[in-house]
């Protein structure tokens, strides 16, 4: 046989390899092989019993991605593991790595599965916005039983192959260092064992009240998302009396439904986005890196700290500075708090605490950094504070390492200039709360190194970011975009739509809250100029009566002890005043008006940064917004979403309200282009 799949024979055992790199996905040359793998079996006499298995890193770890939206060429994944089950041989599934989607699928298909203890087994699809339509919804009940087809399908979160063990989708644990052999010997203990065990003829029951239990439990997580609703959907029709055939119908008919729609394109979308971002355009991938062994961190407070658990809880240890023994034990004592809230959780092991914990070393003394590979500062936003502390690291830290500054929107080409190694500063912006958010905007200067930025990217990797390349323009690529939308709120308040409104349609749109509500979580206070006398906005206004948001009880709402909001009759007055002062007419604002002020603005701005190179990609402004600022994930991102509202339409709203349409923006609407392919 050629291609992807070929058969090794092992006395009476035909062995059925896949070699598909780098994740074995099950593409038209692999199911196509999978077919004629089997058929090699049944039509040998001398073959007892099949083992199939993966080559390189994993089991299949689903179906080909990149195939989605194609026309399909050769027989589809059903059709091949329909074809395994039917096999009057027994076949083995022997699996390392992933089996994921597809993958899980496959082995579902087989009669018996072995696995090495480190193996993970799950059905991601939902991930995509899609559902395991290859029979997984219909197996995996039927194998091990509702709740868990619920979470595995509609959560999509893999499980351990011990886990899978318990629940029956696995027979067998292997050895780690011996799968084959022990597979091969599994194959050989089943081989004339009939009847042999078939996931579609067995039944499975559910309990409605469990099922609605559910669905409940996860309302949040689901909302806004069609996915898990179809996953749920197609377990139940498993447990609800249908036949097999019956299921897999409704199973076919809710897969196509979702794989026709903008969600699942969106989700695949950010599938690859998200790889893509790690892409540095200009830099061979195989740059040779900078080692970081240890890591410097300036400033304990809520930054400094998450910022430093991030690399303790990957394993590299970290110098913390502050200058004031008081704030450098309250920020040590925080990170500690959030570590055994951690293990409390089960997130973590208790052990864990320990380990992170004695890899920091706080301390007053900002030489201490001197043997650190990276340093990176989080002290407050202020150039000349920050212009001093790079100038003092020039003096203190070793040659070759890496300077670094959090700041979220200043020039980093400023803070190189006063070192004598420009080309060792680079910007590393998280998102707070640090240690939680997965977003890292790696800001490249003017004088960045490429193997200063290429070893930053992969840093990120290592600590588990998505980490995006911005060039230098503030506020980056992230809060950039925020700034109009922001702007444009601030405005519609003045014309008269209200905090709760706006607020309103941007959770409605699917974002985790509006304008106002994320004002009040950060603190209406912060940027704030400090005079209470000077109110030349409806926020100085709320700031100098002691507005400050969640944290006072009262900002652009009012709260209750357990900070629930309610609209606030005295911001309604403090607005009323400004527009009388500002000689406005309040008039009705349409829920429209408002997506296209406050988020057709930012798809604008997005286009100015590509067309200003700020960011690489239209997908990695989108991976920003998903990671950084919770976006929702259904809606791919801000010029994924801008492709899918219709670029002309945003182009044409943009222009009556008399914005400025960025080149970019317009040149693609008129040419029928999009941000992304
Ligand atoms: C499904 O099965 C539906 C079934 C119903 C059928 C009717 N296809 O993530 P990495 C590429 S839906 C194509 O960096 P890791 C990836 O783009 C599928 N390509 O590696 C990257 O390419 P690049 C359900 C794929 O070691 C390269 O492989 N399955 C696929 O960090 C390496 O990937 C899933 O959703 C694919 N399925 O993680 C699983 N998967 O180098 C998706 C990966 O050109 N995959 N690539 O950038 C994963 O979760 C992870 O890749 C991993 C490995 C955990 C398998």
């Known amino acids: 046989m050629t291609g992807p799949i070929t058969t090794e024979r092992h006395g009476d055992i035909l062995v059925i390899i896949s070699n598909n790199p780098p994740v074995n996905a099950l593409g038209s040359a692999v199911r196509t092989g999978l077919a004629a793998g089997i058929a090699e079996g049944l039509a040998d006499d001398g073959v007892k019993a099949m083992v199939l298995r993966c080559e390189g890193r994993t089991f299949f770890a689903g179906a080909d991605i990149t195939e989605f939206g194609k026309p399909m060429t050769g027989p589809g994944l059903g059709e091949v593991i329909d074809a395994m089950e039917a096999s009057t041989k027994p076949v083995v599934a022997a699996i390392h790595g992933t089996a994921l989607g597809g993958g899980c699928e496959t082995a579902l298909g087989c009669h018996y599965r072995i696995a090495v203890p480190s193996a993970k087994i799950g059905t991601p699809e939902v991930k995509l916005g899609l559902l395991p339509g290859a029979g997984g919804t219909q197996r995996i009940p039927r194998i091990a039983g509702v709740p868990l087809a619920l979470e595995m399908t509609a959560k999509g979160d893999p499980i351990s192959a011990r886990k899978a063990l318990d629940a029956g989708l696995i027979d067998r644990l292997a050895g780690e260092d011996s799968l084959v052999e022990d597979a091969i010997a599994f194959a050989r203990d089943i081989a004339d064992v009939r009847p042999l065990p078939i996931a579609s003829e067995k039944t499975a029951t559910a309990d409605p009240d469990a099922v609605a239990a559910f669905k409940k439990e996860n309302g949040k997580r689901f909302r806004g998302f069609d996915a898990p609703a179809a996953n749920i959907a197609c377990v139940e029709k498993a447990a609800d009396g249908s036949s097999f055939e019956e299921g897999i119908a409704f199973e076919r008919q809710e897969f196509m439904k979702l794989m026709m729609g903008t969600q699942s394109a969106a ?187 290429a070893t930053v990217m992969a840093l990120g990797k290592k600590i588990k970011k998505v980490a995006v390349v911005s060039g230098v323009c503030p506020g980056f690529i992230g809060n950039r975009m925020l700034s109009p939308r922001q702007q444009e709120a601030n405005k519609l308040l003045m014309e008269g739509a209200t905090p709760e409104q706006i607020d309103r349609v941007h959770v409605e749109f699917g974002m985790p809250m509006g304008p106002f509500q994320m004002s009040d979580l950060a603190g209406v206070d912060i940027g704030w100029h400090r005079d209470p006398t000077r109110i030349e906005s409806i926020r100085d206004a709320l700031a100098a009566e002691g507005r400050w948001g969640q944290k006072k009880q009262a900002g652009f709402y009012d709260y209750d002890e357990k900070r629930n909001p309610t609209p606030s009759p005295r911001v309604a007055e403090i607005i009323e005043d400004f527009r009388s002062k500002s000689n406005l007419q309040k008039r009705e604002i349409s829920d429209q008006e408002i997506i296209e002020k406050t988020l057709y603005t930012m798809v604008n701005e997005g286009a100015k940064i590509l067309d200003e190179k700020m960011a690489q990609r239209a997908s990695d402004i989108d991976v920003v917004w998903i990671y950084g600022y919770g976006w929702p994930v259904y809606r791919g991102g801000p010029m994924f979403w801008a492709d899918t509202e219709g670029l002309p339409k945003i182009v044409a709203a943009l222009e009556k309200h008399g914005f400025t349409v960025a080149e970019l923006l317009k040149s693609k609407a008129e040419s029928g282009g999009k941000f992304n392919k």
């Open 267 to 453: 989700q695949r979308h950010l599938f690859f986005a998200e790889r893509q971002a790690a892409k540095i355009d200009g830099i061979a991938p195989d740059i040779a890196l900078r080692e970081i062994r240890k890591v410097g961190v300036i400033g304990a407070g809520t930054m400094g700290g998450g910022i430093s658990m991030n690399f303790l809880s990957a394993g590299i240890p970290v110098t913390i500075v502050e200058t004031q023994q008081e704030a450098l034990d309250r920020g040590t004592g925080v990170m500690r708090k959030n570590y055994e809230g951690s293990a409390a959780r089960g997130r973590i092991k208790p052990e864990q605490v320990e380990a992170a914990m004695g890899a920091l070393t706080p301390t007053l003394d900002l030489s201490a950094l001197a043997d650190c590979d990276l340093i990176i500062e989080a002290i407050y936003e202020n150039m000349d504070v920050k212009k001093e502390l790079f100038a003092k690291l020039d003096t203190i830290a070793k040659p070759g390492a890496i300077l670094a500054s959090n700041t979220s929107y200043l020039n980093i080409d400023e803070m190189a200039a006063v070192t004598s190694r420009p080309g060792d500063v680079i910007g590393m912006h998280f998102f707070s709360p640090a240690n939680v958010m997965k977003l890292l905007e790696v800001v490249r200067g003017a004088k960045t190194s490429d193997d200063v930025l």
